[in-house]
C-alpha cells in the first residue's frame, strides 16, 4: 500500500460530499480500506466517519490535508454489497452519503464502539475449583454439574491451546435444559465468575439441530409457493405472496427460511414497527435452534448494539426488524422477506432521509441475487401493480388454514338508526348476539383518547391547540388535554375560558367507546388497546393476553388490535367509523381506509366459528364500501388502479415533494415559488403549487410544499439532480427548513 493513499471519508453532515484525509500516522492496528470505520478531525471536534474510497490524489493543497486519527475496525463494517446499497440510496434519495451511512449504524457505532461482538461468559474462581475437589458443592447436584462443564472446557481449551475464556450461555444452553439458576447461584457463593471476551467470527458453537420445533402441515397452496420460491433461491426473483389473513403466511416464510439456513445462507426479515411482537419472534425462536438478531425502535442503544455486532459477526442466522434493519450488516444473504409490504411504517417520514425499507429491501435482494418475498394480505396498489406487470410472480393463499370461513360483511347505514356514543342499535343487538354465543367482539375506532374535541355548548368554543391547526383531544383518564399532531398538553377545564359556561366532549375515542360499551355490557369484561395503553412497555401484552384467553370478551382498539396474538373466538368486528379517509385530499386514503377496513375483519372468525363485519358509515353507497364488501381487497384494488391511471397517479406516474417550513405560511410559500422558479422544467415533468399543508400549522410552524410529477422515473431524477443544487444555493430565511422526499407516502 502506498504511502500517499487517500481516505474519501463520509461524514455524518448534511453536506453532499465526501472529505478527504491522510491515511494515520503512526499506521496503527488495521488498515485503512473501504467500508471501515474511521476516527478524523473535523474542525476542533473529532468524527467517527466510514471509508468510501481509497484514491491516490486530492484537490486538497498537502499543507491543508490532515491525517485520519484512527482506523476502528480490523474489518469492514458495511461489506461490498452493502457499501453499493448505501451509495444507491444517496443517489436515489438525493440524500448525502455521510447521512445516509449514519442511518445504517446503530448510534453506539456512530460514536466509535468497537464492531467486535462481545460475549458474556462465566469461569470458575480458585474457590470454585477447590469447592469442586473437595466436593463440597455436590450437595446441590445442578450447581454440581454445571460448574462441572464449565470447569471441563476450561481444561479442554488449554490442552487444544485454544484462547482461555469462559464457558457461554450459548455452550450452557446447549449442554443443560435450564441453567441459569445454577450459575446465579453459584456466582453468589462466589464460584463462579462472570466476565466477557471479544469473539471474532461467528459462534463455533455447533447447535444440536437446526430446527427446534416441527413445521405445521401446510396446504396446497402454502406448498406451490415454498416450491416456487425455493426454485428462485439462487437468484434474484421478487415475489407477492397475497395471503388473507389467517391463510399462513409466516409459515412459508419459516419453510423457506429452513431451506436457505441449511444452505448455510442466512435470513433477513422485515417487518412493520407495529408487527414486530413477541408472538413473532416466538414463532422464530419457537422453530428455530439459531441464533437470531432482532431489531426495532424500543431497544435500548446497548440492546441494538449488541444485535448489530452478532449480524456483522455472521453470528445471527436470522436478522428480523423493523426499517432500519434493511441495512444490517447480514453476510452471506440468502432471502429478504418483507412482511406486510403495504405498512407504511416501512418509509422513513420524519429524518431528512426519508428511505422505503422496502423499496431499498428490493434494490438488496437484486445486487446480492437472492429472491425477495412480499407478503400481504392487502397489497400496496403499487406492488399490484408490479405483480400485473409480471415484474413481481403472484403467490395466492387464498383460503384460510384449518376450518375458518371467510366472515360476512355488512354494511350499517348510519342515517337510518339510531345511534348512542357512536354505536348503532343493529351494530349493539349483534354484539348481544354473538356475546350470547360465546363469542368475543372486537370494535374497531382508529382514533385514541376519550373525545376528538371539546365544545362550550353556549358560544360554540372548541379547544383547539395553540401550535397546530388542530383541535386538542380530550383525555379523561388522564384529566388532559392532547394534541395528537405536535404532543402539547394541557389540564382538562370543567368551564369555557371564552364565556364561562359548562363544557363538553363531542364525538367518540376508544375511551369513550370502552365507557358506552361497559354501560350497555355492565358483566362482560372489557379490554381496551391504543398507543396510549401500549406507551408502558408490556402493556399492550398484558391486553392481547387477556383477550386471547378469554378473560375480556370485548376488546376496543385502533389499528393496533390488527397485529400479534390471533384471536380465535372473536366472531365479531365492528368498525365504528369508516367514512374518515372516504373523501380525503391524499390520494392514497382510500388505500388505506380499505387496507384497515380488512386488516381489521381479518380478525374475526379466525377459528372454527363462522365471523361477521358490520361498518358503520353514514355513506353506505360509497363506490369504495361497495367494491370492497362485494369484490373483496383486489376489487377494491382493481378500481382504485383505474382511478389511478385516469388522474395520473403512482403507479402511472413518478412523485417527489419539496416541503418548506417556517414560522410564517408567507415565508414557506414564498421559498417554494422561488424554487418554482429556478427549475428548468423538462417537458412531461410537472411541477405543482406551491400550496400550503392540509394542516398549514403544525408544532407553532408552517408548512406548505411542491410536487414533483412525470411518468418517466429517470426525467425526474435528471431534473431533481439539476435543481436540486439550484434550491440550495437560494437565501432563505433563517428559520426556514426544507427537505426532499422522493416517492412520498403522504400528501397533505
Ligand atoms: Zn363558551
Ligand atoms: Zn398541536
Given at each position: 500500500m502506498s504511502a500517499e493513499q487517500?481516505?474519501?471519508?463520509?461524514?455524518?453532515?448534511?453536506?453532499?460530499?465526501?472529505?478527504?484525509?491522510?491515511?494515520?500516522?503512526?499506521?496503527?492496528?488495521?488498515?485503512?480500506?473501504?467500508?471501515?470505520?474511521?476516527?478524523?478531525?473535523?474542525?476542533?471536534?473529532?468524527?467517527?466517519?466510514?471509508?468510501?474510497?481509497?484514491?491516490?490524489?486530492?484537490?486538497?493543497?498537502?499543507?491543508?490535508?490532515?491525517?485520519?486519527?484512527?482506523?476502528?475496525?480490523?474489518?469492514?463494517?458495511?461489506?461490498?454489497?452493502?457499501?453499493?446499497?448505501?451509495?444507491?440510496?444517496?443517489?436515489?434519495?438525493?440524500?448525502?452519503?455521510?447521512?445516509?451511512?449514519?442511518?445504517?449504524?446503530?448510534?453506539?457505532?456512530?460514536?466509535?464502539?468497537?464492531?467486535?461482538?462481545?460475549?458474556?461468559?462465566?469461569?470458575?474462581?480458585?474457590?470454585?475449583?477447590?469447592?469442586?475437589?473437595?466436593?463440597?458443592?455436590?450437595r446441590a447436584p445442578k450447581q454440581c454439574e454445571v460448574l462441572a462443564f464449565i470447569e471441563q472446557q476450561a481444561v479442554e481449551r488449554t490442552q487444544l491451546g485454544t484462547p482461555a475464556r469462559g464457558s457461554t450461555a450459548d455452550e450452557l444452553g446447549n449442554a443443560f435444559p435450564t441453567w441459569r439458576e445454577a450459575v446465579r447461584a453459584l456466582v453468589a457463593r462466589g464460584w463462579l465468575t462472570a466476565t466477557e471476551y471479544e469473539r471474532h467470527g461467528p459462534s463455533t458453537t455447533t447447535p444440536s439441530a437446526l430446527l427446534r420445533g416441527e413445521p405445521l402441515h401446510a396446504t396446497d397452496e402454502q406448498l406451490a409457493a415454498i416450491t416456487a420460491?425455493?426454485?428462485?433461491?439462487?437468484?434474484?426473483?421478487?415475489?407477492?405472496?397475497?395471503?388473507?389473513?389467517?391463510?399462513?403466511?409466516?409459515?412459508?416464510?419459516?419453510?423457506?427460511?429452513?431451506?436457505?439456513?441449511?444452505?448455510?445462507?442466512?435470513?433477513?426479515?422485515?417487518?412493520?414497527?407495529?408487527?414486530l411482537t413477541p408472538q413473532l419472534v416466538a414463532r422464530f425462536t419457537a422453530r428455530f435452534h439459531v441464533p437470531l438478531a432482532v431489531l426495532h425502535s424500543g431497544l435500548t442503544d446497548t440492546e441494538r448494539l449488541a444485535a448489530w455486532r452478532s449480524s456483522l459477526a455472521g453470528n445471527a442466522r436470522i436478522v428480523i426488524g423493523t426499517r432500519s434493519a434493511v441495512f444490517a450488516p447480514v453476510n452471506n444473504l440468502g432471502i429478504v422477506i418483507v412482511d406486510e409490504e403495504h405498512d407504511a411504517s416501512f418509509k422513513?417520514?420524519?429524518?431528512?432521509?426519508?428511505?422505503?425499507?422496502?423499496?431499498?429491501?428490493?434494490?438488496?435482494?437484486?445486487?446480492?441475487?437472492?429472491?425477495?418475498?412480499?407478503?400481504?394480505?392487502?397489497?400496496?396498489?403499487?406492488?399490484?401493480?408490479?405483480?400485473?406487470?409480471?415484474?413481481?410472480?403472484?403467490?395466492?393463499?387464498?383460503?384460510?388454514?384449518?376450518?375458518?370461513?371467510?366472515?360476512?360483511?355488512?354494511?350499517?347505514?348510519l342515517r337510518q338508526h339510531a345511534v348512542r356514543q357512536g354505536l348503532s342499535t343493529p351494530a349493539v343487538e349483534a354484539m348481544r348476539r354473538h356475546l350470547g354465543a360465546d363469542g368475543q367482539v372486537l370494535v374497531f375506532i382508529n382514533r385514541r383518547g376519550y373525545a376528538p374535541s371539546l365544545v362550550c355548548t353556549a358560544c360554540g368554543w372548541m379547544a383547539p391547540c395553540g401550535e397546530c391547526d388542530a383541535r386538542l383531544?380530550?383525555?379523561?383518564?388522564?384529566?388532559?388535554?392532547?394534541?395528537?399532531?405536535?404532543?402539547?398538553?394541557?389540564?382538562?377545564?370543567?368551564?369555557?375560558?371564552?364565556?364561562?359556561?359548562?363544557?363538553?366532549p363531542v364525538g367518540q375515542g376508544t375511551e369513550r367507546v370502552e365507557e358506552t360499551l361497559t354501560e350497555w355490557f355492565p358483566d362482560v369484561p372489557i379490554a381496551r388497546l391504543d398507543r396510549d395503553i401500549a406507551r408502558?412497555?408490556?402493556?399492550?401484552?398484558?391486553?392481547?393476553?387477556?383477550?386471547?384467553?378469554?378473560?375480556?370478551?370485548?376488546?376496543?382498539g385502533t389499528q393496533m388490535v390488527t397485529k400479534g396474538h390471533d384471536f380465535p373466538n372473536v366472531t365479531l368486528v365492528v368498525v365504528l367509523n369508516a367514512d374518515q379517509g372516504l373523501f380525503s385530499t391524499d390520494f392514497r386514503a382510500p388505500e388505506r381506509l380499505a387496507q384497515t377496513i380488512i386488516q381489521v375483519a381479518g380478525r374475526a372468525g379466525r377459528g372454527d366459528k363462522p365471523g361477521e363485519v358490520l361498518i358503520q358509515s353514514e355513506y353506505p353507497e360509497h363506490p369504495l364500501l361497495q367494491h370492497l364488501l362485494h369484490e373483496g381487497y383486489d376489487g377494491f384494488a382493481r378500481e382504485a388502479l383505474k382511478e389511478r391511471e385516469a388522474s395520473a397517479w403512482p403507479p402511472y406516474s413518478r412523485l417527489a415533494a419539496i416541503r418548506a417550513s417556517a414560522l410564517t405560511l408567507a415565508a414557506a410559500v414564498e421559498f417554494l415559488r422561488t424554487a418554482r422558479g429556478a427549475a428548468v422544467v423538462p417537458r412531461g415533468l410537472k411541477v405543482l403549487g406551491p400550496v400550503p399543508a392540509a394542516m398549514a400549522k403544525r408544532a407553532s410552524r408552517y408548512h406548505a410544499q411542491l410536487l414533483v410529477e412525470c411518468a418517466?422515473?429517470?426525467?425526474?431524477?435528471?431534473?431533481?439532480?439539476?435543481?436540486?443544487?439550484?434550491?440550495?444555493?437560494?437565501?432563505?430565511?433563517?428559520?426556514?427548513?426544507?427537505?426532499?422526499?422522493?416517492?412520498?407516502?403522504?400528501?397533505?
Open positions: 487517500i481516505l474519501q471519508v463520509a461524514l455524518d453532515a448534511p453536506l453532499r460530499r465526501l472529505f478527504d484525509y491522510r491515511t494515520p500516522e503512526p499506521a496503527g492496528r488495521c488498515a485503512p480500506q473501504p467500508g471501515k470505520r474511521v476516527r478524523v478531525p473535523f474542525g476542533r471536534r473529532q468524527l467517527v466517519g466510514v471509508v468510501v474510497a481509497l484514491t491516490d490524489h486530492t484537490d486538497i493543497p498537502p499543507d491543508k490535508l490532515r491525517a485520519a486519527l484512527e482506523v476502528l475496525d480490523e474489518a469492514p463494517v458495511f461489506d461490498a454489497r452493502l457499501q453499493h446499497l448505501l451509495a444507491f440510496a444517496a443517489q436515489y434519495y438525493h440524500h448525502p452519503i455521510g447521512e445516509v451511512v449514519a442511518a445504517a449504524l446503530p448510534k453506539l457505532a456512530r460514536d466509535g464502539a468497537t464492531a467486535v461482538e462481545v460475549i458474556a461468559c462465566w469461569v470458575s474462581t480458585a474457590a470454585g475449583r477447590d469447592a469442586l475437589a473437595t466436593g463440597a458443592v455436590s420460491i425455493e426454485a428462485a433461491l439462487d437468484r434474484y426473483a421478487p415475489f407477492l405472496l397475497h395471503g388473507i389473513t389467517g391463510s399462513g403466511k409466516t409459515e412459508v416464510y419459516l419453510r423457506v427460511i429452513e431451506t436457505v439456513l441449511r444452505q448455510g445462507r442466512n435470513a433477513l426479515v422485515l417487518v412493520p414497527e407495529i408487527g422513513q417520514q420524519d429524518t431528512a432521509f426519508r428511505y422505503s425499507a422496502r423499496d431499498l429491501a428490493m434494490v438488496r435482494a437484486q445486487q446480492s441475487g437472492i429472491p425477495i418475498v412480499l407478503g400481504s394480505a392487502t397489497p400496496s396498489i403499487e406492488t399490484l401493480h408490479n405483480a400485473a406487470l409480471a415484474r413481481y410472480t403472484t403467490l395466492s393463499l387464498p383460503r384460510r388454514t384449518g376450518q375458518s370461513m371467510p366472515p360476512r360483511a355488512a354494511t350499517i347505514d383531544t380530550v383525555h379523561l383518564g388522564a384529566a388532559q388535554l392532547r394534541c395528537h399532531h405536535c404532543g402539547a398538553q394541557a389540564p382538562l377545564p370543567e368551564h369555557c375560558p371564552q364565556c364561562g359556561y359548562a363544557v363538553r408502558r412497555r408490556g402493556d399492550a401484552e398484558d391486553v392481547m393476553t387477556r383477550v386471547a384467553s378469554g378473560d375480556a370478551r370485548i376488546l376496543v418517466d422515473r429517470a426525467t425526474l431524477h435528471r431534473f431533481i439532480d439539476t435543481w436540486l443544487p439550484r434550491i440550495e444555493s437560494l437565501t432563505a430565511p433563517r428559520d426556514l427548513r426544507w427537505s426532499l422526499d422522493i416517492d412520498p407516502l403522504e400528501l397533505s
